[in-house]
T-cell receptor, first 113, second 113 residues
Framework: GAGVSQSPSNKVTEKGKDVELRCDPI?????LYWYRQSLGQGLEFLIY????????KSGLPSDRFSAERTGGSVSTLTIQRTQQEDSAVYLC???????????FGPGTRLTVL | GQQLNQSPQSMFIQEGEDVSMNCTSS?????WLWYKQDPGEGPVLLIA?????ELTSNGRLTAQFGITRKDSFLNISASIPSDVGIYFC?????????????FGKGTLLTVNP
């Protein structure tokens, strides 16, 4: 079946602009995660959604970052007033439940000029 | 927070050679995960370890959960060109936020044919 999909695959933007990154999880997966991967680094947890529960936003690096998950499916990560240090690959993952194997999407490579 | 120290940072080997990489932590992990990330893709789970001392194999891959619960290693035997990629160790946070994964910074493996 279809895996986790993310769009766009690449995004180049100018400093100060807002960007929206989209994640389509595997159908039926109740848990959805966003991670950030900077060059040469491991993955950094950003935010977690589980069903209708309040999301865990503890990993968001600043208030310029926000995320939504509509209808328990698609999620959008928004970065406002982008900065050069926001340049990274943003990975989305989903899992059947809170502690199951996480399946990752291919990521969105964000470049802020 | 919890941190995972992964070594070596990179490896260059000849096809057919065996490879060993490890991961250590100053704090205890109750689960160890090993992921592989191909270029332009998200990480894929290779092996999951749930019990101290556990030794698990998946084809040419073997991983062990250290008895102190503070380390794990991954071995790849008879390497082939498609083993190229970044290998990450990861583990869930302790307590109620065990859905959050902490990742090492990865080992970049290059296999020369």
């Amino acid at each position: 079946g279809a895996g986790v999909s993310q769009s766009p695959s690449n995004k180049v933007t100018e400093k100060g602009k807002d960007v929206e990154l989209r994640c389509d999880p595997i159908s039926g997966h109740t848990a959805l995660y966003w991670y950030r991967q900077s060059l040469g680094q491991g993955l950094e947890f950003l935010i977690y959604f589980q069903g209708n529960s309040a999301p865990d936003k503890s990993g968001l690096p600043s208030d310029r970052f926000s995320a939504e998950r509509t209808g328990g499916s698609v999620s959008t990560l928004t970065i406002q007033r982008t900065q050069q240090e926001d340049s990274a690959v943003y990975l989305c993952a989903s899992s059947p439940g809170p502690w199951n194997e996480q399946f990752f999407g291919p990521g969105t490579r964000l470049t802020v000029l | 927070g919890q941190q995972l120290n992964q070594s070596p940072q990179s490896m260059f080997i000849q096809e057919g050679e065996d490879v060993s990489m490890n991961c250590t932590s100053s704090s205890i992990f109750n689960t160890w995960l090993w992921y592989k990330q191909d270029p332009g893709e998200g990480p894929v789970l290779l092996i999951a370890l749930y019990k101290a001392g556990e030794l698990t194999s998946n084809g040419r891959l073997t991983a062990q959960f250290g008895i102190t619960r503070k380390d794990s290693f991954l071995n790849i035997s008879a390497s082939i060109p498609s083993d190229v990629g970044i290998y990450f160790c990861a583990g869930p946070n302790s307590g109620g936020s065990n859905y959050k994964l902490t990742f090492g910074k990865g080992t970049l493996l290059t296999v020369n044919p």
